[in-house]
Nanobody, 119 residues
Framework: QVQLVESGGGLVQPGGSLRLSCAASGFIFSSAMMKWYRQAPGKERELVATISYGSVIRNYADSVKGRFTISRVNTKNTVYLQMNSLRPEDTAVYYC????????????WGQGTQVTVSS
């Protein structure tokens, strides 16, 4: 049974920090490209950050570059999103996504965790 379970969301003041975690199970985590998306009310889902299976490639949306850092620990089947200097416009539900292309492709999603940036 595949599971992606996000945690670490919550309410934080502008300028604050949060670290999101996504614990994976039920598939070969170390072979998957991992991504974080977010969706704010009334807006389309937005790709925030991507990390390759060996952590060599990391990409970020322009809106979060320099503030967010994606990382993973394959021995723990976990991917993280460290979010610093948070802004009200970062408020959204954040989703974890696991993708593998090729012969054994898959595309799995977590249930999301709410991040609210407000004073």
């Amino acid at each position: 049974q595949v599971q992606l379970v996000e945690s670490g969301g919550g309410l934080v003041q502008p300028g604050g920090s949060l670290r999101l975690s996504c614990a994976a199970s039920g598939f070969i985590f170390s072979s998957a490209m991992m991504k974080w998306y977010r969706q704010a009310p009334g807006k389309e889902r937005e790709l925030v950050a991507t990390i390759s299976y060996g952590s060599v490639i990391r990409n970020y949306a322009d809106s979060v570059k320099g503030r967010f850092t994606i990382s993973r620990v394959n021995t723990k089947n976990t991917v993280y999103l460290q979010m610093n200097s948070l802004r009200p416009e970062d408020t959204a539900v954040y989703y974890c996504n696991a993708v593998q292309t090729g012969l054994y492709k898959f595309d799995y999603w977590g249930q999301g965790t709410q991040v609210t940036v407000s004073s």
